[in-house]
């Protein structure tokens, strides 16, 4: 029941999407110009290349983002049922977050957390 | 237990409706009448929850600087919004040149995707949720991030810097704020023992999470309050939408309806991490109860579910409103510094905390 409801929901939102999209179509206006499909500067023609480069610093964040939501992710079974494993389960994650935080403060020392 | 939480039991209506179809009818086309029903009245709440936001933004928002905001249409601007729709409505798609138009055309359906599976996540009532995986919070998480792909897709493929800039801003943001928001749903996840969002729901039948809770549930729901409102891309945290700096951010390009995809879901997302928060810390469509008052605990149980679980929600709503309308906007060195130096040590030890209050039974 539950994935078929999954189903129904993402049928919903293509359904959604599809349907406001036509009626849009259907309904709006259209006129041909020569200048409607240049990007909008505000006013000023573009210039150069728009697939620009922008700085690494993005990548540096999601590499760090990577790793400690794959943390996240093994830490929810552990924390689902915390209760019945008890402080011996504690110990042994304890040394799994302290390899991470370990992590952290390397990433921090080395100022990858800086926005240069 | 208690007579009125069972009486507003949606799940016996649930199943004799389920019944009695399947005794009419062969089962493959009830269970089919069944997801036509809900898929209509997935779409139908969405629209109405978005429209009723709109307008309770530009209420609070003029209200807080002092302004009447919309009066004009309508009986106290009553009939704006369904002006506004219309309007966005007969707007002309633009084609766009030198665009990417596959991807271009396949983000609205990304972001509205990630929304409505959220959006049908959340608990409504007792027996109502639609979607209710035993993995419950955990998939909020994973589809919620769909989204960040969708936005970072159209800053792409529009074919313009500002997109560009303003994509890249924002997925760096979600990203970031995606961790603390799992972290802080990983604290509470331990608290409650499921990750089922009924489960969530039903385990704070004596007492919401954030009393149960006391120190490290309070530390979870602020976290969770400032990340939620930067994975809503609101607040002091819209960068990517810095209109001085990047017109409208990723969504620069986009026109008429288009957009209003990308605003919808800007609406429904704030509605939807309300609608977690006040699962996961405010007990759902779970009525207030103090121990000891028997005859005020009889009085709430009266209140149904789903007016305590909109209340609820319409709370946070309010307050992310008032953050919304209050705080200056940050700039993006100042947004991943509070995620990375400030936020995230926090998470970590917090939930070093709640699991050792949890292990030794210091939590109620």
């Known amino acids: 029941m539950n994935f078929m409801m999954f189903m129904v929901a993402i049928v ?6 599809t349907a406001a999209l036509i009626i849009a179509k259907a309904i709006g206006p259209r006129s041909f110009n020569k200048q409607k499909g240049e990007p909008y500067e505000c006013g000023m023609l573009t210039r150069g290349d728009t697939w620009m480069q922008f700085r690494v610093g993005y990548y540096l964040f999601s590499i760090l983002y990577l790793i400690f939501d794959v943390e996240a992710m093994f830490l929810f079974p552990w924390a689902t049922i915390v209760e019945d494993l008890g402080a011996a389960a504690l110990t042994s994650v304890l040394f799994f977050l302290g390899v991470l935080i370990l992590g952290l403060a390397y990433a921090w020392r080395k100022g990858a957390l800086e926005w240069k | ?29 009830a269970l089919f009448l069944e997801g036509l029903v809900v898929a209509v009245v997935i779409i139908l709440l969405y629209a109405i929850l978005a429209i009723a936001l709109i307008y309770m933004e530009r209420k609070v928002c003029a209200f807080f600087q002092c302004r009447l905001g919309p009066m004009r249409v309508g009986k106290w601007g009553l009939l704006q919004v369904f002006a506004d729709v219309f ?21 609205p359906y990304l972001v509205i995707l990630a929304s409505i599976l959220t959006f049908s996540c959340l608990p409504w009532h007792n027996g109502m949720g639609i979607i209710d995986f035993n993995i419950g919070i955990f998939f909020v998480l994973a589809v919620s991030s769909i989204e960040v792909v969708g936005i970072l897709l159209a800053g792409w493929s529009s074919n313009s810097k500002y997109t560009l800039i303003g994509a890249m801003r924002s997925g760096a943001m979600m990203i970031s704020y995606e961790l603390s928001l799992g972290m802080a749903m990983l604290a509470m996840v331990a608290l409650s023992g499921t990750m089922s969002i009924s489960g969530i729901v039903e385990s704070q039948a004596d007492g919401w999470n954030i009393f149960k809770g006391h120190i490290p549930a309070w530390i979870a729901f602020i976290v969770y309050l400032i990340a939620g409102n930067a994975e809503a891309n609101r607040g002091p945290f819209d960068l990517a939408e ?19 995809f990308f605003y919808l879901a800007e609406y429904l997302n704030l509605f939807i991490v309300s609608g977690i928060a006040a699962t996961v810390f405010l007990g759902g469509w779970m009525p207030l109860h103090i121990a000891g008052l028997d005859a005020f605990n009889q009085v709430m149980d009266y209140i149904p579910g789903v007016v305590w679980f909109f209340g609820k929600a319409f709370l946070i709503v309010f307050l992310l409103m008032w953050i919304k309308w209050t705080f200056p906007r940050l700039r993006i060195d100042q947004i991943l510094t509070l ?16 699991v050792v209050l949890k292990v030794y039974g210091l939590v109620f």
């Open chain 1, 12 to 17: 919903a939102a293509l359904l959604l999407v």
């Open chain 2, 1 to 29: 237990m208690n007579g009125f939480l069972d009486y507003y039991n949606f799940k016996p209506v649930a199943e004799w409706i389920h019944s009695s179809l399947c005794g009419v009818m062969p089962e493959g086309l």
């Open chain 2, 87 to 107: 309007k966005i409505l007969i707007k002309e798609i633009i084609k766009l040149k030198n665009s990417d138009h596959f991807l271009y055309e396949l983000a």
């Open chain 2, 242 to 260: 810095a209109e001085q700096e990047l017109t409208a951010g990723y969504h620069t390009e986009y026109s008429g309806m288009h957009f209003g």
């Open chain 2, 339 to 354: 995620e990375w130096k400030y936020l995230i040590p926090i998470c970590l030890f917090n939930l070093l905390l709640m």
